[in-house]
């Protein structure tokens, strides 16, 4: 059973808040969130909160601001904290269907069973041992003081979707141990609770992680057992670290709270994540639009794909080059960068990062010179005697310079070296010609004249 093409998709993004998110993280919650957009549909927040004792309020709010930052705020968001009743009616409901049922091993005892059946070259499937208890049994072991966990039973069929980036996928459940929905202390794990979420909000595609390809068989059990519609299934391929690794939200691997705050561009961060272990070719994206219309599910591999943080880097500064002025203005009025688009055109192709913005910014915009060493003088003098008059328009450099050649004697690097430094204090950056009318004629002269 699956939904029909519809028209309006409803697609989520379930991490549980217990460490920050990485950016496989983030690579499942863009592809969500930028299919949801294309599609005209909603992105749901969902926080996998049920395990109260790892869930913390901060790494919530953390998921909130990482996804602002990529600029992919939910439409909606939702707590499974919130919701726990209903689970634990659906939970009943399966009690009363014969499809959850009591079962008492401790871990140890599942452990022993586990090693037992892989020295027989037996696959470690829960044998089902406490689906044939009685009810004194169960009063005996209760006595004990043993408290039940709760398994869902499997139909052991063949559970079959349409992967929408796996192709037709077939799971025999015969092969999986019965899942525990509820444990020992009456916490839900978030298999079930997942299930009646996704139909409670309409979920109608779930995009995940392919650690999640058995989930899916079992999930779509429990879809059925409730007669629900399941949602469409696809399951992204993982990142790992350059070291073959697999990233880790415990171990604090490639936050996007660290690449933020190593002055990467979001948007850098986003193509990274959506592109890396694709078809399609890596390369920056000037907006999320651009970046949705490049989402394409059938060209992620299947293999895990490496992912090294240095793309980010080469990505970010890629991605500066070809931002338009309206994509950083507000960022550069905050930080107290003026010049508006004229010096943003001038200086965005020197960027690395952002932050490099405001040392231009103070390069223009500062009192500062730079004193032209002795036999530099008389270019320099040359140069302030020929400086036009305002006002200055397109061609004011390049007549300026020419009557500089002409009175100094001087071309190539030994005339553009010295007059480079004089002005910005630097012996590469952004065209003269650009710097120039933001400099002013004032400022140009002071610098020209400096003195050391
Ligand atoms: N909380 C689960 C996870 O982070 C959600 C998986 C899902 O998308 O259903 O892996």
């Not at 670290?241 to 961060?269: D, F, I, T, Y």
Request: proline share 6%.
């Amino acid at each position: 059973m699956s939904h029909a093409a519809t028209s309006h998709p409803v697609f989520r993004f379930a991490p549980s808040p217990t460490g920050l998110i990485h950016v496989g993280n983030a690579r499942t919650a863009l592809l969500n969130a930028l299919l949801a957009r294309r599609g005209g549909g909603t992105f749901i927040l969902r926080l996998d909160d049920t395990d109260a004792a790892r869930s913390r309020a901060e790494f919530a709010d953390a998921i909130a601001m990482d996804l602002d930052w990529l600029g992919i705020p939910p439409d909606r968001t939702e707590r499974q904290s919130d919701r726990l009743g209903l689970y634990a009616a659906a939970a009943e409901k399966l009690k009363a269907m014969g499809r959850l049922y009591p079962a008492y091993e401790s871990e140890e005892e599942l452990e022993l069973k586990r090693g037992l059946q892989r020295a027989r070259g037996l696959p470690p499937v829960y044998d089902r041992a406490a689906l044939a208890l009685t009810d004194e049994d169960r009063a005996r072991l209760e006595a004990e003081g043993r408290r039940p966990h709760w398994r869902f039973r499997l139909d052991h069929g063949v559970v079959s979707w349409e992967d929408g980036v796996r192709g037709p996928q077939q799971v025999d459940t015969s092969s999986l141990s019965d899942p525990v929905l509820v444990r020992a202390d009456g916490t839900f794990l978030y298999t079930l609770p997942s299930v009646l979420d996704d139909i409670d909000f309409g979920v109608t595609d779930v995009v995940r992680g392919e650690d999640h390809v058995t989930n899916t068989a079992v999930q779509i059990e429990i879809f059925e057992a409730f007669g629900a519609p399941a949602p469409r299934f696809a399951h992204h391929n993982l990142f790992t670290l350059p070291s073959g690794e697999g990233l880790s939200k415990r171990l604090g691997h490639l936050s996007l709270r660290a690449l933020r705050e190593a002055g990467n561009e979001p948007l850098a961060v986003a193509a990274a994540a959506v592109l890396v272990g694709t078809s399609e070719a890596l390369g920056p994206v000037a907006s999320l639009a651009d970046l949705t219309g490049r989402v394409d599910l059938s060209a992620i591999s299947r293999a895990p794909a490496r992912f090294d943080p240095q793309e980010i880097v080469t990505l970010t500064a890629r991605t500066l080059h070809l931002l338009p002025y309206e994509a950083v203005a507000h960022r550069l009025e905050n930080t107290g960068v003026g010049g508006g688009e004229p010096f943003w055109l001038a200086v965005r192709g020197n960027l690395a990062c952002l932050a490099d913005a405001f040392d231009w910014w103070r390069v223009v915009d500062g009192d500062q010179v730079w004193p032209a060493e002795a036999q530099d003088r008389p270019l320099m003098e040359a140069a302030a005697d020929h400086l036009p008059p305002e006002p200055w328009d397109a061609g004011t450099y390049g007549a300026w310079i020419a009557a500089v050649k002409t009175a100094s004697g001087r071309s190539g690097k030994a005339l553009f070296r010295p007059l480079r430094l004089a002005l910005t204090g630097r012996d590469t950056g952004p065209e003269l010609a650009a710097l120039l009318p933001l400099l002013g004629r004032r400022t140009v002269l002071a610098r020209l004249k400096a003195e050391a």
